[in-house]
Nanobody, 120 residues
Framework: QLQASGGGLVQAGGSLRLSCAAS??????YAWFRQAPGKEREFVGL????????IYADSVNRRFIISRDNAKITVYLQMNTLKPEDTAVYYC?????????????????WGQGTQVTVSS
């Protein structure tokens, strides 16, 4: 089970940090997705649990950073230099297999989503 938190309202250029806490077990791969109104769910980035290797979507590369805390079994999404187009509901997801994938259907478990709104 995943529990996402940390969303809110921020001005353009600001920062937010989202958290995704896992309970019950760890997974091999964790990812963040987002979904804006009227749009499909979009891959944001992922991190491997053991090695901490990361991949990001081009739209957030160099602005967003994914990290994890092994002791807390928590994954973070640090979002910097936020833009109005980053406004969306953000979801964390996890999968048992470590193979990198950007496809939402490949993930086994999802958090409930947290709203991020960036004002211009």
């Amino acid at each position: 089970q995943l529990q996402a938190s940390g969303g809110g309202l921020v001005q353009a250029g600001g920062s937010l940090r989202l958290s995704c806490a896992a309970s019950g077990r760890t997974y091999s791969l964790y990812a963040w997705f987002r979904q804006a109104p009227g749009k499909e769910r979009e891959f944001v980035g992922l991190i491997t649990w053991l090695g901490g290797n990361t991949i990001y979507a081009d739209s957030v590369n160099r602005r967003f950073i994914i990290s994890r805390d092994n002791a807390k079994i928590t994954v973070y999404l640090q979002m910097n230099t936020l833009k109005p187009e980053d406004t969306a509901v953000y979801y964390c997801a996890a999968r048992s297999l470590v193979h990198f994938t950007r496809a939402p259907q490949d993930y086994d478990v999802w958090g409930q989503g947290t709203q991020v709104t960036v004002s211009s």
